[in-house]
């Protein structure tokens, strides 16, 4: 098993534990931290699937795509919150 | 070249004092910077978890931060070398631009993981664990309990602010 | 892609795709949606579609942020 393997299946099982970490979460801003962990583990996989130069982009876009996609959602949810 | 576990193990340790290290030094959990990271260190706080240690777990959601610096640095040097290291400093940068965030913290990790992943590949572990132990890193701060985790990032952050 | 990352990223298809049937709130909802890219992304990737891949990453967020509005009217 080469590094590059060893490291794919790591971040292959912290995806998925943190995939279903997010659906047995009852508090939906709670919810959010998982869905970051597994968005780490998913740019670290990509990365580790296809070694090419244009991966590093991918990867960097996925991640800022889910950052901000939480972002929204979370301040969206304090501005519902605090509205009502 | 074989696995091994230990090379793993060693990055994640890295890794995790890394991103630990220059968070606390740019103050992530003085405050929530946007008002999604605020609501989420509110919740934790209900939850019975620190409000500091709260904060800076929102942050690290709500805007790419010295964490995604480290893991996307390990992932630069592991395709590129330094220059791709480098230029994933400027994804950062441009991310925490688009988040409204002024950035310092997420390009300064970024910068510093480069050149340690860098030093570490040349003893030979290879930036691949450093992706793997970045991966474990975050998942002790952000996915086993957000409780301990937020409280374990107050008990350093008064060790900071002291 | 070996059997292992194939079964997971699937994995999280399903769950995405389960939450998001089965979740009340909808913000919640929205969560459970981004999970279904996180498990769609690795396969496009895997067949090489870098510049599919992209524009998948940066396409989903900016349609959560209309669904966003939607659900913002719908609170107040």
Redesign the interface.
């Given at each position: 098993m080469t590094p590059e393997e060893a490291a794919l299946t790591v971040c292959v099982v912290v995806a998925a534990y943190a995939g279903i970490r997010v659906l047995l979460e009852r508090n939906t801003v709670k919810k959010l931290p998982f869905l970051n962990v597994c968005s780490f583990a998913v740019a670290g996989s990509i990365v580790l699937i296809l070694p090419h130069p244009l991966t590093i982009i991918a990867a960097a876009a996925y991640f800022i795509g889910t950052t901000l996609e939480s972002n929204a959602i979370a301040s969206t949810y304090a501005g519902g919150i605090r509205e009502e | 070249?074989?696995?091994?576990?230990l090379?793993?193990l060693i990055a994640a340790a890295v890794s995790w004092v890394n991103f630990i290290a220059i968070d606390l030094f740019f103050r992530l959990p003085e405050r929530g910077g946007?008002?999604?990271?605020?609501?989420?260190g509110r919740?934790?706080e209900a939850?019975g978890g620190a409000l500091p240690g709260g904060y800076m777990?929102?942050n690290?959601?709500?805007?790419?931060d010295a964490?995604?610096g480290t893991?996307?640095a390990a992932?630069?040097v592991?395709?590129?070398g330094v220059p791709?290291g480098l230029?994933?400093a400027l994804?950062?940068y441009?991310?925490n631009r688009?988040?409204h965030d002024p950035g310092y913290a997420g390009t300064t990790g970024c910068i510093t993981a480069t050149f340690i992943v860098y030093g570490f590949s040349l003893i030979g572990i290879?930036p691949?664990?450093f992706?793997?132990g970045?991966?474990?890193a975050?998942?002790t701060i952000?996915?086993i309990s957000?409780v301990h985790a937020s409280r374990l990032l107050a008990t350093l952050w008064g060790w900071r602010r002291a | 892609m070996n059997l292992l990352p194939m079964l997971v990223f699937g994995l999280l298809v399903v769950l995405g795709t389960g939450g998001t049937i089965l979740e009340r709130d909808p913000f919640a909802k929205l969560i459970s949606l981004s999970l279904i890219a996180a498990g769609v992304i690795p396969f496009v990737v895997d067949r090489g579609y870098l510049d599919v891949a992209i524009a998948l990453a940066l396409i989903v967020p900016l349609s959560t942020f209309f669904l966003l509005m939607a659900c913002r009217r719908d609170r107040t």
């Open positions: - | 070249m074989p696995a091994d576990p090379h793993i946007v008002s999604g990271a605020s609501e989420i919740q934790i939850g777990m929102g690290i959601v709500s805007s790419p964490s995604a893991l996307l992932c630069g592991f395709i590129a791709g230029l994933t994804l950062v441009l991310g688009v988040c290879s691949a664990s992706i793997a970045m991966v474990i975050i998942l952000q996915g957000s | -």
